[in-house]
């Protein structure tokens, strides 16, 4: 019986000190940037991507780079962020409609 409490006590404390770290990264993120600082920057790396990826295709074509897969994969990696972008402002659209549709 005194392992079984033992186990138990364990657990808990286990779960505690998962607690206070989750408790510990939540006030560290409460202090970061804000939403739209990080919107902003996330813009900004789909744009900078999708500029490698572009002058990465126009250095393939003019014949200063060799490497195929690497252009295939910066196409691929812009194409990518460009659909997240588009799906992030697909939600909010739609998350703004749905609240301007609320009763009042």
Request: a neutral charge.
């Amino acid at each position: 019986m005194t392992t079984i409490s033992g186990l138990k006590y364990q657990v808990e404390q286990t779960h505690l000190r998962s607690l206070a770290k989750s408790q510990e990264t939540l006030d560290l993120n409460t202090t970061g940037p804000e939403f739209a600082h990080r919107l902003a920057d996330g813009l900004k790396s789909v744009a900078a991507a999708q500029n490698e990826a572009s002058a990465l295709a126009a250095a393939f074509e003019a014949g200063t780079e060799q490497n195929l897969a690497k252009v295939m994969v910066a196409q691929q990696v812009s194409s990518l962020g460009f659909q997240l972008t588009l799906n992030v402002r697909n939600k909010a659209l739609s998350a703004y409609k749905d609240i301007m549709n609320m009763p009042v």
